[in-house]
């Protein structure tokens, strides 16, 4: 019938000419091709004429005596074409930055005493980003991006700082142990903690740990309730923590204690050392040590002066893995709970050990879980481990001109210390930056090659991505009723009193 309709139109339209008659038209079918790949930024933060880090005095914060002349320089790199989709100014002499759980804010803190609140999207102009001004000398060294709102560590006034609001405001400065180095905590969690070198009866100056076998003073954990800004417990840590990450879950928080060799494992829930632990592979002080053998599955040998300086999760393995700047290695450990949010038999035990390249200052996890890489400060080099058979895969040597000697090697190569990644399956992208080079070296998982190595607008500070499992969704109900969002990274990772 349609068939004889559309015949008789065209017989009319024969009879009549062309005049003010009705015409069917034909809708012209698209092809809808395959879909377009998620959106997601690599947020690379540069500044221009930077002086390395690691060169400069180790008693402070690495902000030089005389100020930049040149503001900050925040990039937005696109996940799917690595092409730069947005760039803006920061404040002078960024130190690094943290993202927030959805991924949509970033915060720097910087040499001119100020922080800078990005607005991360492609529409970025320098007019969108906000600036707020710390106390005068405050030092800020680290932040934490979590729960609507920002803590920021202040090095000099033995502090750790809570800010919300746009542009962020102080809410109210929270006095801990002296050497606070950094901040750890999840999204919507009870508490947050702040680390420190030195503890609340045994003072350590800032910066002392940048030579861990000097230093005999244990650090300490001071927990901070979220919802009132106190504290409530102070926990001890081993010698020279540098870095802490909390389970996607908020059930247990790791403290990396660089001049023990050892990893202190909190009960965030109990907020407490975890000492009434189910397993045999956790120490009656609440560690894991790197050092010792019996910590380790048969046969396989975590060696002694490991120097763990960084960390991070493989949440659906139940893993957590370091990087040992000490040993060139990463450990994997097994960090499983039970349905009740209680340690497994295993937790604490070490299930693989990964040979790197020189000095691992950084990792990244790929987000199906397959491969971890390390950036390695000493030899210029990432290197890809398996987080199957728990053997290095490859070495890759990253491509660019060194702006100034590596401080390791005192030769003009590369030094890697910031790496972060992107996963979208079948593959994903690892992102790595360095000090000493206006080089973005960008891998590609499945090949594992360097498929591009733009240059960026001065020397690279830090680099985050907005998420890590660019296919996966943002939002998931764990065991305790907490969420998972597209960023887990929350805390900021600055060079300084032991963290290279």
């Given at each position: 019938m349609k068939w004889l309709a559309a015949?008789?139109?065209?017989?009319?339209?024969?009879?009549?000419?062309?005049?003010?008659?009705?015409?069917?038209?034909?809708?012209?079918?698209?092809?809808?091709?395959?879909?377009?790949?998620?959106?997601?930024?690599?947020?690379?933060?540069?500044?221009?004429?930077?002086?390395?880090?690691?060169?400069?005095?180790?008693?402070?914060?690495?902000?030089?005596?005389?100020?930049?002349?040149?503001?900050?320089?925040?990039?937005?790199?696109?996940?799917?074409?690595?092409?730069?989709?947005?760039?803006?100014?920061l404040g002078t002499g960024p130190l690094g930055f943290a993202f927030n759980a959805s991924g949509s804010d970033a915060y720097t803190l910087n040499c001119d005493n100020?922080?800078?609140?990005?607005?991360?999207?492609?529409?970025?102009?320098?007019?969108?980003?906000?600036?707020?001004?710390?106390?005068?000398?405050?030092?800020?060294?680290?932040?934490?991006?979590?729960?609507?709102?920002?803590?920021?560590?202040?090095?000099?006034?033995?502090?750790?700082?809570?800010?919300?609001?746009?542009?962020?405001?102080?809410?109210?400065?929270?006095?801990?142990?002296?050497?606070?180095?950094?901040?750890?905590?999840?999204?919507?969690?009870?508490?947050?903690?702040?680390?420190?070198?030195?503890?609340?009866?045994?003072?350590?100056?800032?910066?002392?740990?940048?030579?861990?076998?000097?230093?005999?003073?244990?650090?300490?954990?001071?927990?901070?309730?979220?919802?009132?800004?106190?504290?409530?417990?102070?926990?001890?840590?081993?010698?020279?923590?540098?870095?802490?990450?909390?389970?996607?879950?908020?059930?247990?928080?790791?403290?990396?204690?660089?001049?023990?060799?050892?990893?202190?494992?909190?009960?965030?829930?109990?907020?407490?050392?975890?000492?009434?632990?189910?397993?045999?592979?956790?120490?009656?002080?609440?560690?894991?040590?790197?050092?010792?053998?019996?910590?380790s599955t048969s046969g396989i040998t975590a060696s002694c002066g490991a120097q763990p300086v960084y960390a991070a999760f493989y949440t659906l393995g139940d893993l957590l893995v370091t990087a040992n700047y000490g040993n060139n290695t990463m450990s994997v450990i097994d960090v499983s709970t039970d349905i009740y949010g209680n340690d497994s038999s295993t937790f604490g035990k070490i299930v693989g050990t990964i040979s790197t390249g020189a000095n691992p200052a950084a990792l990244t996890i790929l987000g199906d879980g397959s491969k971890v890489y390390s950036a390695n400060e000493g030899d210029g080099t990432v290197t890809v481990g398996s987080l199957t058979s728990y053997t290095a895969q490859s070495t890759i040597t990253l491509l660019g001109t060194a702006t100034s000697n590596n401080t390791i090697s005192d030769t003009a190569i590369l030094q890697p210390r910031v790496i972060d990644s992107i996963y979208n399956y079948p593959s994903g992208r690892v992102y790595v930056g360095a000090p000493n080079s206006e080089y973005l070296n960008i891998i590609d998982t499945e090949s594992d090659t360097i498929t591009a190595y733009p240059a960026v607008e001065g020397q690279i500070v830090d680099l985050h991505t907005t998420t890590q499992y660019a296919g996966g969704t943002c939002t998931a109900t764990s065991t305790t009723g907490a969420e998972t969002y597209c960023n887990q990274i929350l805390t900021s990772h600055s060079y300084g009193s032991g963290t290279p």
């Open positions: 015949a008789s139109l065209l017989v009319l339209a024969g009879l009549t000419g062309c005049g003010s008659q009705y015409r069917p038209v034909i809708n012209q079918v698209t092809g809808t091709g395959p879909a377009s790949e998620p959106t997601a930024y690599a947020v690379v933060v540069s500044q221009p004429e930077l002086t390395p880090p690691s060169s400069l005095a180790t008693t402070k914060p690495p902000c030089p005596t005389t100020q930049y002349s040149d503001a900050g320089i925040v990039t937005l790199y696109d996940f799917s074409g690595d092409s730069v989709m947005a760039q803006a100014q100020t922080m800078s609140t990005i607005p991360i999207s492609q529409s970025l102009q320098t007019k969108n980003v906000l600036s707020s001004t710390f106390f005068s000398g405050a030092a800020p060294i680290n932040a934490l991006a979590a729960s609507a709102s920002e803590y920021v560590v202040e090095e000099a006034r033995d502090a750790v700082a809570a800010y919300s609001g746009s542009p962020a405001a102080l809410v109210q400065e929270v006095t801990v142990a002296p050497s606070v180095v950094n901040v750890t905590g999840i999204n919507s969690g009870a508490r947050i903690y702040a680390i420190s070198q030195g503890n609340s009866s045994n003072s350590l100056a800032w910066g002392s740990c940048s030579d861990p076998s000097s230093v005999s003073t244990n650090g300490e954990a001071d927990g901070i309730e979220v919802s009132t800004n106190t504290v409530s417990s102070q926990l001890q840590l081993g010698i020279c923590p540098v870095y802490a990450v909390t389970s996607a879950d908020g059930l247990r928080t790791f403290v990396l204690n660089r001049g023990s060799g050892t990893v202190t494992v909190i009960n965030a829930q109990s907020n407490s050392l975890d000492t009434n632990s189910n397993s045999s592979y956790l120490g009656s002080t609440a560690t894991i040590n790197l050092c010792n053998t019996s910590n």
